[in-house]
């Protein structure tokens, strides 16, 4: 039983780190994303406000 629970421990642990890798790409395209946006309405002189 113990290593059943310390396997389900592990499978956790790795969730919660696939999680994290995810998130960090997530929001790596995310600031991407604003940054084109950005330069793009400065680009065509629209606020973007």
Do not use: C, F, W, Y
């Amino acid at each position: 039983m113990p290593l059943k629970s310390g396997t389900k421990l592990h499978q956790q642990t790795m969730n919660e780190h696939s999680l994290t890798e995810l998130q960090k790409k997530i929001d790596a395209v995310v600031k991407i994303a604003i940054a084109e946006a950005i330069e793009k309405h400065r680009r065509l002189g629209q606020s973007i406000i």
